[in-house]
């Protein structure tokens, strides 16, 4: 577990967690360090999360963080599950087979913020 405080990035997207908790769901960002533009982002990873999924869940956004100039730092996705222990288990099957290098984190939000592993 991890304990810190939360940049502006997170705070947003404790936000969208919050959200999913009321309607009885919950938030997981993906925090990917590979240097992906949306729709290589996409087609990569969105797309076959998406459909590993199925009924458990959805993928409701994504982004890239920008680096120096011009570059991506990391990228990431934004996943709604409606079973936190079986939508944590298709995320990490699914990017394991997307190729997700291994320092991938998957950013939890509620109950409190936490960093896991992939």
């Known amino acids: ?17 919050k959200e999913a908790a009321e309607n009885g769901h919950h938030f997981f960002y993906i925090r990917i360090p590979e240097s992906l533009g949306p729709l290589a982002r996409g087609e990569k990873y969105e797309d076959p999360l998406g459909k590993a999924m199925g009924n458990l869940g959805e993928v409701t956004g994504g982004g890239s963080q920008l680096g120096e100039g011009s570059s991506i730092a990391y990228c990431g996705i934004d996943v709604i599950v409606t079973d936190r222990a079986q939508g944590l288990e298709i995320i990490r099957r699914a990017m394991h087979a997307c190729g997700a290098p291994a320092d991938t984190i998957i950013e939890e939000y509620l109950p409190k913020y936490r960093e896991l592993r992939l």
């Open 1 to 17: 577990m991890t304990r810190k405080r939360l940049d502006g990035r997170q705070a947003v997207m404790l936000d969208f967690a």
